[in-house]
Nanobody, 115 residues
């Protein structure tokens, strides 16, 4: 059973930065692609950034140049560095890994961007 625990969310002013962390049980980072998703109030959960097991990354257009996904395999931790945050980035952010046909999710961490 894979367990994912996100942390690092909070309240930040527009233009500010936050770094989210996702700690995982087991050594999955070097074996599977992982990703960050977010769900804004009243909206569906959407992908934000993905990272392959080899470290290649992809981002949704709205965060390109502002967000960076990276991982530290030895620490079993996935990160999302978020810069130049805007109110539209307000959402619950979730860490995800798909192993075979099963999607694993953490409980999420809330990011609120407001002045």
């Amino acid at each position: 059973q894979v367990q994912l625990v996100e942390s690092g969310g909070g309240l930040v002013q527009p233009g500010g930065s936050l770094t989210l962390s996702c700690a995982a049980s087991g050594s999955i980072f070097s074996r599977y692609a992982m990703g960050w998703y977010r769900q804004a109030p009243g909206k569906q959960r959407d992908v934000v950034a993905l990272i392959t097991r080899g470290g290649n990354t992809n981002y949704v257009d709205s965060v390109k140049g502002r967000f960076t996904i990276f991982k530290v395999n030895a620490q079993n931790t996935l990160y999302l560095q978020m810069n130049s945050l805007q109110p539209e980035d307000t959402a619950v952010y979730y860490c995800n890994v798909q192993i075979l046909e099963t999607n694993y999710w953490g409980k999420g961490t809330l990011v609120t961007v407001s002045s």
